[in-house]
């Protein structure tokens, strides 16, 4: 039994070796995505509306929501649309890799809008379902909010919209997640 529980720990500490850390800057992602072998899986994880009124990065390869908005559900004591996780959400990104012929154990870098709210806890699920090297964008893609006036409130600090990387206000209709085509 005790050579069973130290073969195990050697081999999931050998795992974790190989897993790359967590976060990554949105600089490093870009640089990343940008060479030529690259076998890496960029992906948006905010819901479509969201980036729709905040804008966009073509060069993410999909837009999979971690939490989806439903707008058919209110939730009075918020003030809010009642939002879950998508329960399609590792499937998705398994089917995502498969799309770009990468395995299990290929890069994955998800991308939020503040690299807390989902962006993280939306590469931890991933790691816990067998993806050891999902990633996720430091400061997201609005970056964090000023906290002195007159700009006070204001995502205007890091993140790759404020890092000069490629964004647009207009959405890729074949990159982003549809329920009209599914």
Known sequence: MKKLLLA?????????????????SAQEALSKLQQADSKVL?????????????GF??????????MLVDRTRWNAEKGVF?????????EQVRAALRARGLGDDAEIITLCRSGSDRG?????????????????????FQGDARKEEPQKGMRTLNGWQNSGLPW??????????RVDQK
């Open 8 to 24: 195990t720990a050697l081999a999931c500490s050998g795992w974790l070796a190989h897993a790359v850390e967590m976060p990554i």
């Open 42 to 54: 960029f992906i948006d994880v905010r819901d479509p509306v969201e980036i729709m009124f905040v």
């Open 57 to 66: 990065t073509d060069a993410v390869h999909a837009n999979i929501p971690f």
């Open 82 to 90: 009642v939002v879950e996780r998508n329960p399609g959400f590792v």
């Open 120 to 140: 993280e806890p939306s590469a931890k699920l991933l790691r816990e379902n067998g993806f050891p090297n999902a990633r996720f964008v430091v400061n997201g």
């Open 168 to 177: 647009s206000a207009k959405l890729n209709p074949a990159k982003i997640y």
